[in-house]
């Protein structure tokens, strides 16, 4: 029997060795960054997305610690959320590129390709057709991007983006997403699909030639409606990484709050909750990860796991915002505490004792931490 295995490790852009302050790497090595997403190329090759900030005219400091971010300047949580510095417009933000090999479990940038700073969230999604991304540029409509890359002897090579890596991506359709921020794109069929959210799930099927959308939904309720009612909505469910294949099922990895504040006592989530010392230092929630496994015909949640910490946590904000699958892991990357990239090695086996038909959460849900 295979044995169960998971591993993180954080990723850490590292300043050059001449502090060339108009450099891609000073710049957004001197950046907070967080919500890493990422997508194979080829061989040992992928790219990584991230969400990258910075106060304006403001150092990161060196005492930054992640958990005492209410009490840090530099940070965006800083004061709470009736200071004049929560999430102030005068950051500097934006979406940053590198690309990287992975060779046993191990990360290494090898280049630093551009960042813009009109879009964040930034998704890849690997497809027949190269990658492509999805991203908020605003307003919640979606907005995508696409790149394309050659290998060239031991070295892979960015031979074009649509658009520049610099500007905003091409608005998909027309559609204003209130529901939900983050979609989740993936490929099916050599069509592209995109979920918009879960309550029930919702889909798009995208005709990028013919400039048309095409809106689908699965018939049935899914079990994240029982959940949510169940617990009174304190406890809710979002979309997070594109969906890859999972057996001759697509599976994608969101995210799961709870909302320490209403959450019913005496329950799972409650209890949960109470212990929870990681937990969202200023609006008193816990964000955690579960996988979700869909038919991609019929477009119904098949199975689902526990919400989860993955190991080695720090601060209980976890957000999911990409998945790849490489030699025998799957690898999950995400952002700890609006502040840190990253990544999750787990196989397929720990997956499959992870995940459970439906069925199993018709009454409560649980809640754990995976430990290493």
Request: proline share 5%.
């Amino acid at each position: 029997m295979e044995p169960t295995f998971y591993k993180t490790i954080e990723l850490k852009l590292q300043h050059p060795v001449r502090s060339d302050k108009l450099s891609l790497q000073f710049i957004l090595s001197n950046n907070v960054n967080f919500n890493p997403s990422i997508a194979h190329i080829v061989d040992d090759f992928f790219l990584i997305s991230f969400y990258t900030w910075r106060r304006k005219d403001k150092p990161i400091s060196s005492s930054y610690q992640l958990t005492g971010s209410v009490t840090d300047p530099y940070h965006q949580y800083y004061g709470g959320q009736n200071s004049p510095t929560w999430w102030r417009e005068d950051e500097y933000w934006g979406t940053g590129y590198v690309l990287a090999t992975i060779i046993n479990q191990n990360i290494t940038i090898i280049k630093y390709l551009g960042y813009n700073n009109y879009c964040f969230d930034m998704k890849l999604s690997s497809t027949n057709f190269g990658i492509s991304g999805t991203s908020n540029c605003g307003g919640g409509k979606i907005y995508i991007h696409n790149f394309v890359f050659v290998k060239n002897g031991n070295d892979v090579k960015l031979t074009s983006t649509y658009p520049d890596l610099k500007f905003e991506g091409v608005k998909l359709c027309k559609y204003n997403q209130v529901e939900e921020k983050n979609w989740s794109m993936y490929e099916y069929n050599e069509q592209m699909y995109i979920s918009q959210w879960l309550y029930p799930h919702h889909i798009v099927l995208v005709k990028s030639k013919e400039n048309k959308c095409i809106k689908l939904k699965s018939k049935n309720v899914t079990v994240f409606q029982h959940i949510m009612n169940y617990y009174n909505k304190s406890v809710l469910f979002s979309l997070s990484t594109p969906a890859i294949p999972y057996y001759n099922l697509m599976m994608g990895v969101g995210h799961v709050k709870i909302v320490g504040d209403i959450v019913p006592p005496y329950t799972t989530a409650y209890r949960f909750v109470q212990n929870d010392y990681l937990k969202h230092p200023v609006s008193n929630m816990s964000y955690l990860m579960f996988f979700y496994v869909f038919d991609p015909i019929t477009l119904d949640i098949v199975r689902i796991s526990p919400g989860f910490y993955p190991p080695n946590i720090t601060h209980g904000v976890v957000f999911a915002s990409g998945l790849t699958k490489h030699d025998n892991d799957y690898i999950i990357s995400y952002g700890e505490g609006d502040a840190k990239m990253k990544f999750l090695f787990i196989n397929n086996y720990a997956i499959d004792r992870l995940l459970s038909p439906v069925k199993y959460y018709d009454h409560g849900y649980e809640f754990i931490y995976l430990n290493e």
